[in-house]
């Protein structure tokens, strides 16, 4: 059986996990490491509630993960306490796993070693504690590709590969509105799945967008053939904090194809 869990926004979280705590086969969600280091309050309710904290995204804020590996030498070693800090918070909280940018759209062609190497070092700092704490950190990648010609695919897998830990993984950032054929989906799946933690499936709901139910199906017994043993995240786009209720309960029907409510 694959976990599922559902992405809340910064901002809206508290709706979110109340929504949530009205499901019945999703009881996990996933916050990002900012939400968890403001205070008490989204643990408590959390468990208030009977949920799991499970995921917790953006190990630092997008914007400065995204230049990370450029950052002066001289504060490399302030921003590796940092992110150690916070992931023990999160192991605090119980949180499974952790995802996080690496700035992949930076790697360039004349300074692919560099560049990755900066990655590849960075992430292994990371790896005694992340075994320590039992704690998966995953690297963000989008499929389908953001543009073509986009290497961001090919530097994740190169990234994860170089590592070498069984605690670090990749994040599937899946836009199924943009997928090709499902042979190629198929394909993609054989390639990756050994080195996936998670699979987070992103819509926009106020746009119109949806989740077609009899893929859901499909991509359980995907995954499932290919002994995946990470979670499956929605992460819906909501415009609005009144479509929450209406949206929460929508996932909960598709999620149990991945995860089958036991019978009373």
């Not at 916070?86 to 070693?113: K, N, P, W, Y």
Request: aromatic fraction near 6%.
């Amino acid at each position: 059986m694959i976990t599922c869990a559902v992405s809340v926004a910064d901002e809206t979280w508290r709706p979110w996990f109340e929504a949530v705590g009205n499901m019945k086969t999703v009881r996990d969600v996933e916050c990002s490491a900012a939400v968890l280091a403001a205070g008490p309050e989204p643990l408590a309710l959390a468990r208030r509630l009977g949920l799991r904290v499970a995921h917790a995204r953006d190990l630092l804020p997008p914007d400065v993960a995204r230049y990370l590996t450029e950052s002066p030498a001289r504060g490399r070693e302030d921003i590796q306490a940092c992110l150690k800090k916070t992931l023990a918070l999160c192991h605090a909280a119980e949180v499974g796993s952790v995802c996080l940018q690496m700035g992949l759209d930076r790697i360039g062609e004349a300074t692919f070693q560099h560049d990755l190497g900066e990655r590849v070092r960075l992430l292994r700092a990371l790896m005694p504690d992340a075994e320590r704490l039992k704690m998966t950190v995953c690297v963000r990648v989008r499929f389908p590709r953001a543009f073509p010609g986009s290497k961001e695919w090919e530097h994740a897998g190169n990234l994860v590969h170089d590592v070498m830990h069984p605690c670090c993984r990749l994040a599937l950032d899946l836009v199924p509105g943009e997928l090709p054929h499902p042979a190629e989906v198929e394909k993609m799946l054989r390639t990756v799945c050994f080195n996936t933690g998670l699979v987070r499936l992103h819509y926009q709901p106020s746009a119109g967008e949806q989740l077609d139910p009899a893929s859901q199906a499909q991509w359980s017994t995907a995954l499932q053939k290919h002994g995946f043993k990470g979670g499956v995240v929605y992460c819906p786009r909501l415009g609005s904090e009144e479509a929450i209720a209406a949206v929460a309960a929508q996932i909960d029907a598709w999620a149990a194809a991945f995860a089958p409510v036991p019978a009373d």
